[in-house]
């Protein structure tokens, strides 16, 4: 196992030293080095003041996350530019127009914000700028994301929406996510959730297949849903909705009527994933499209849970044929680069999630973390009843469902969930920190500091982030993967996506760029020679 194993209080204090007596407290609360089961971390706290992390704001989890990806709203930034502006196409979360629909994904609209705006209110803007996207684009429905001036100055965005709604005929949501809600991304998703459960899900009863089902949490980074679906409609499901990657606002208003949900991203969902469970008696798997070993588990899942022979055998047929044709890709990946090892700091779910398919390739993560994991994401659901929420948290709005007495039914008995709860994570997730070895590193809500000090001392050889660290890390001959936005490729997910990520991380990691970084003078002289009578050459 990794330096750390063999001298982990030493490596605490190494990275530990530099800070005062204050931030050490409180960052040392958020580092775990695993041993065995049980260990508490804190996460999703307010981020020290000036310490460099990677964490960004609400209106980036609200609209960034989990609004943005529906391909045919308008998505309408109420506030100055830039928050509009630095968003625009830079998640890849794609997305296709259906037969006959829109897609407004390549576009940015924002109120544009500007003083006078502040001084008297921007709600005429606002009304303004909704009237004007109805007459150019007749969209299907529109969204209004608040940033953080439009709470300050109390812009009414609701009472916008329901005007609007009524004078244009288009359905308007309106999602208060200033920046400075919360402490991260995390708080967006859980406003975001809250809207899509009261405003949409339950509104479209159009009839569905046979197996339904509903992606939660899966956004088509790269093409990734594509991926997923090409493979579940193979087997021989219906995809009802995918929440929210390639989506369109019918699709998701029709979730209810599906069979199943299933899990990606559990930190951005897991809200709506309980309250459909509660409103609609729809149960929830969690779920893991990332590496071979992990995709074919979570297919056996869902084919168990509907319980179905034909589904059953399906199954296995499309695992063999699939992983038949990347076993070769994957085998020869793994030659190559087993016993690397890397470190995994992402958002709230793929430091988890590409773990898996790491080892698959022979690479062993050493160090996980998230930006705006909570403690469950860590530690696993059944902490939950112990977080305690600060007041950063109890802000955020909490919202209770009631049993939909026309649309509620158990798609399966009851006591038959109970039976499959004992096999496989039904309203179950048991985080990140349970497959780490004892010995790695879990960090939360790393820092730039944090970061160098990592990869001076552990020296990885994968670095799996985003895009604010990618270069320094780069710069100090470690290779460093954006797990966000996959470094401008993908899919990742799936038996495709599988070899797909192999290929590029044998790439980055044995690329003959590495030994290029120290300069041949640094490493031998440049020149040779020998003094009359003396022993040494210089
Ligand atoms: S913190 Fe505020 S200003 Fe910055 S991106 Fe988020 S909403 Fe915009």
Request: aromatic content about 8%; hydrophobic content about 35%.
């Amino acid at each position: 196992m990794s330096e750390l194993k063999k001298n982990a209080d030493k490596f605490l204090d190494d990275l530990m030293e530099v800070y005062p007596a204050k931030v050490m407290k409180n960052r040392k609360k958020h580092v775990v080095v695993k041993e065995g089961a049980g260990q508490e971390i804190a996460a999703n706290t307010r981020t020290v003041p000036g310490i460099i992390t990677n964490r960004g704001c609400c209106y980036a989890g609200c609209k960034g996350v989990v609004i943005g990806p529906i391909v045919d709203m308008v998505h309408i930034v109420h506030g100055p530019v830039g928050c509009a502006y630095y968003a625009w196409g830079t998640r890849r979360n794609k997305g296709k127009a259906r037969e006959g629909g829109q897609n407004f994904l390549n576009y940015c609209f924002t109120t544009d914000m500007q003083e006078s705006d502040i001084v008297f209110g921007g709600e005429k803007k606002l009304k303004k700028a909704i009237e004007e996207a109805v007459e150019l684009f007749q969209p299907k429905a529109i969204s209004i994301s608040a940033t953080c001036p439009v709470g300050l100055i109390g812009d009414d965005i609701d009472a916008v929406a329901r005007e609007m709604s009524e004078k244009t005929g288009v359905k308007i949501l309106s999602f208060n996510c200033e920046g400075y809600k919360g402490v991260s991304q995390s708080a967006g998703h859980h406003i975001a959730n809250n809207k899509l459960m009261k405003e949409v899900v339950g509104t479209n009863d159009s009839p569905v297949g046979k197996f339904s089902i509903n992606l939660l949490g899966e956004y088509n980074i790269g093409g990734d849903e594509w991926e997923i679906s090409r493979v579940l409609s193979k087997i021989g499901y219906n995809l009802v909705t995918t929440m929210t990657g390639n989506s369109t606002i019918d699709e998701i208003a029709n979730a209810h009527k599906s069979d199943l949900n299933v899990v990606q991203c559990h930190r951005s969902i897991n809200y709506i994933a309980d309250m459909i469970e509660e409103k609609y008696g729809l149960n929830w798997l969690k779920g893991n499209f990332i590496g071979v070993e992990n995709f074919s588990k979570t297919l056996r899942n869902i084919a168990r849970y509907f319980g179905d022979e034909g589904l059953i055998a399906r199954t296995e047929e499309v695992i063999a044929e699939e992983v038949a044709e990347i076993k070769d890709t994957l085998n020869s990946a793994k030659e190559k680069l087993n016993g690397k090892t890397a470190v995994l700091y992402v958002g709230g779910s793929r430091a988890d999630h590409y773990q898996g398919l790491l080892r698959e390739i022979g690479i062993e993560t050493i160090v996980a973390g998230y930006e705006f994991g909570h403690r469950d994401d860590y530690e696993g659901r059944d902490v939950i009843p112990y977080i305690k929420l600060d007041a950063d948290t109890r802000n955020i709005e909490e919202i209770t469902v009631e049993k939909d007495e026309k649309n509620y039914s158990l798609r399966i008995p009851a006591d038959k969930v109970d039976e499959l709860k004992k096999e496989m994570p039904i309203a179950d997730y048991e985080g990140l920190m349970k497959n780490m070895a004892d010995g790695s590193l879990i960090i939360d809500d790393l820092n730039h500091y944090e970061t160098e000090k990592i990869i001076e001392i552990l020296k990885p050889e994968f670095f799996g982030s985003g895009i604010k660290d990618k270069y320094i890390v780069h710069k100090m001959g470690t290779y460093s993967k954006q797990m966000h936005s996959y470094d401008y490729a993908g899919p990742y997910a799936g038996f495709k996506g599988a070899a797909n990520f192999a290929k590029d991380v044998e790439a980055g990691i044995l690329t003959p760029a590495w030994s290029y970084l120290t300069p041949p003078w640094n490493k031998e002289p440049l020149l040779k020679g020998k003094v009359e009578g003396v022993e040494e050459a210089c």
